[in-house]
């Protein structure tokens, strides 16, 4: 079996209470997964990552664990895992699971017996408990924030304080501690055992902590970079944990694949994580968080496939997540309209009111960015609804949001509405209750409300168009999968001028993006697909590229 054959896969990022409900209960499940797996080849995608589904309260969406070796039992069983696994297999495609070991739950069965046992007791030091400061300790050992609003630090009854980067629900491991990093090996064997062929690595750059006496304020801690003198963010012994993890992965043939959810802006730092004797590769958050743009996206290209050369890995390319706000969306935002209601990040789900959106330009927009990325050597990672076209749900009524991020941010200065409207349930069919993420009797809704608009967003309303989202999403990939070579660009600097970006990839295919609004010239060539149609003014007149337009061109003559 091809162990390189994560290098330049099209992973689809599955978040699976959200794709597709079996039972009707109004989540999604594995049997959901599994019943759609026809429609993932069809797509033709080569990985699925699947976001986590242990058992979980939910308090961030599933990112807070109960139990790291189990199925929540809303979303099926082990046995329906194992049969996913098989079935996946069957169709040719990859599994990557998602695995959470900066925090677990704190309904998992460590963080209650550290809760039942005293102070300074081995159960507590599995987590990172401290005294409080001031009178009694009844004042928080720093004043740190969670990242999803509110302290970082929660007293528990017998006076102490754990720590928790995200939700209260998610106490944070204690890494130094021996049994959690035995644990984790255990767990990353349980998986793989089962066939799992690779994981995704949440915030991995947190593990290690080394918390100073005294300890920094937030706006000392915030001035800090991250690195090696960072408390909290890509300390340099992280680096000890994953090649642990690397051994454990390279006992499977072909060996375990990783990729790690970092954050870091340097290319030496964030190479780290990416080695092979590390995780093996790194997100790539760059094209994410870039407006649409010729030169922005020239420059990230180049930098990252210069970046790679450190690792020797391939790149990786994201343009939507279940963190953020939708691309179709973020791309249509107006101009005049800034950043409306957010916290200042235009690309964090920041919830623009859709007065302020542009959907047709969005979409037009996205559609060309992905034919760009999927044009890039390395590896794309898709999120579930990009391929038709889905945008942000916005409108979501307050009682119905589930993301911590809205509830924990609600007095700020900055409100967040969360995430929320990237993670509304699929339109499957054009009409029915849910259309179609459940079955039409379902004894409950989708457990987020679908807007009307979704009807054409639908799989069933795209399937039979070829000039669809779906159907350009299916185009290219199975070009990608024909035409996908070396791990090489090259630019071709005669066409890329101005708002155009033109490159080619070993065998003859090259790839021109037209990021301006007006119409540039066809170069010559065979189209392969386009992300817009193509202007022809009749017989005679040259074909021209439309604005926010991407055309995939063989320029091989024997193609
Ligand atoms: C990662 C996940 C995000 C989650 C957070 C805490 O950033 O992608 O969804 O909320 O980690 O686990
Ligand atoms: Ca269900």
Redesign the pocket.
């Known amino acids: 079996m091809d162990a390189d054959w994560w290098r330049q896969a099209v992973v689809y990022q599955i978040y699976p209470r959200s794709f597709a409900d079996a039972n009707g209960d109004g989540i999604g499940d594995l049997a959901g997964i599994i019943s759609r797996i026809g429609y993932l080849e069809q797509l033709g995608v080569d990985a699925v990552w699947l976001?986590p589904f242990y058992p979980s309260a939910l308090a961030?969406?599933g990112?807070?664990v109960d139990d790291y070796r189990d199925v929540d039992p809303r979303i099926g069983t082990l046995e329906q895992f194992d049969a996913l696994v098989a079935a996946l297999h069957e169709a040719g495609i990859w599994l990557i699971v998602?695995i959470?070991p900066?925090?677990s739950s704190n309904r998992h069965r460590w963080f209650q017996e550290a809760l039942a046992s005293a102070p300074g007791s081995p159960a507590r030091d599995r987590y990172i408990f401290r005294d409080g400061l001031g009178a009694g300790g009844s004042r928080p050992p720093s004043d740190w924030t969670s990242?999803?609003g509110g302290p970082a630090w929660t007293r528990v009854p017998d006076g102490q304080w754990y720590f928790h980067?995200?939700t209260v629900e998610?106490p944070e491991l204690n890494w130094d501690n021996p049994e959690v990093r035995a644990e984790f090996l255990d767990t990353l064997r349980f998986w793989a055992d089962r066939g799992v062929d690779g994981f995704r690595v949440?915030?991995a750059a947190r593990l290690a902590k080394k918390f100073p006496e005294p300890m920094p304020s937030q706006a000392e801690l915030s001035r800090i970079p991250s690195g090696p003198d960072s408390p909290v963010y890509d300390r340099d012994e992280v680096q000890s944990i994953y090649a642990e993890w690397r051994r454990v992965f390279n006992e499977y043939d072909p060996p375990r694949m990783a990729v790690a959810?970092v954050w870091v802006n340097s290319p030496e730092r964030r190479a780290r994580y990416a080695r092979p004797e590390s995780l093996g590769q790194a997100f790539n958050f760059d094209l994410l968080k870039a407006d649409f743009d010729a030169e922005q996206f020239r420059r990230i290209v180049t930098s990252n496939l210069d970046q790679v050369k450190l690792s020797e890995s391939s790149s990786t390319w994201v343009l939507s997540?279940?963190?953020v706000v939708r691309h179709a969306t973020r791309y249509g935002l107006r101009p005049d309209g800034g950043r409306p209601g957010g916290r200042g990040d235009r690309w964090v789900n920041d919830g623009a009111p859709a007065s302020q959106i542009d959907r047709g330009l969005g979409l037009r927009r996205a559609r060309a960015a992905t034919l760009v990325e999927l044009a890039l050597p390395g590896s794309a990672y898709l999120y579930q609804g990009e391929e038709l076209g889905l945008g942000e749900v916005t409108g979501i009524p307050d009682e119905q949001r589930q993301d911590?991020?809205f509830w924990r941010t609600r007095d700020d200065e900055r409100p967040s509405v969360g995430?929320d409207g990237c993670r509304v349930p699929l339109p499957w069919t054009r009409s029915g209750p849910s259309f179609g993420f459940g079955p039409d009797d379902s004894a409950a809704g989708p457990h987020l409300p679908q807007p009307d608009w979704f009807a054409d967003c639908s799989v069933e309303a795209e399937s039979g168009d070829p000039s669809s989202t779906l159907g350009m999403y299916r185009r290219a990939l199975e070009l990608r999968r024909e035409m996908q070579g070396g791990e090489t660009l090259e630019w071709d600097d005669g066409l890329s001028v101005g708002d155009v970006l033109a490159f080619s990839r070993p065998g003859g295919w090259l790839c021109v993006a037209n990021f301006g609004d007006d119409p540039v010239p066809l170069p010559s060539g065979r189209v392969l697909v386009s992300s817009a149609p193509l202007i022809r003014p009749g017989t005679d007149g040259p074909a021209r590229i439309p604005g926010a337009c991407t055309v995939w061109l063989s320029i091989d003559a024997g193609r």
Request: proline share 4%; glycine share 4%.
């Open positions: 976001s961030d969406g990112y807070d998602d959470v900066n925090h990242q999803f980067t995200f998610q949440d915030v959810e997540n279940h963190d911590p991020k995430r």
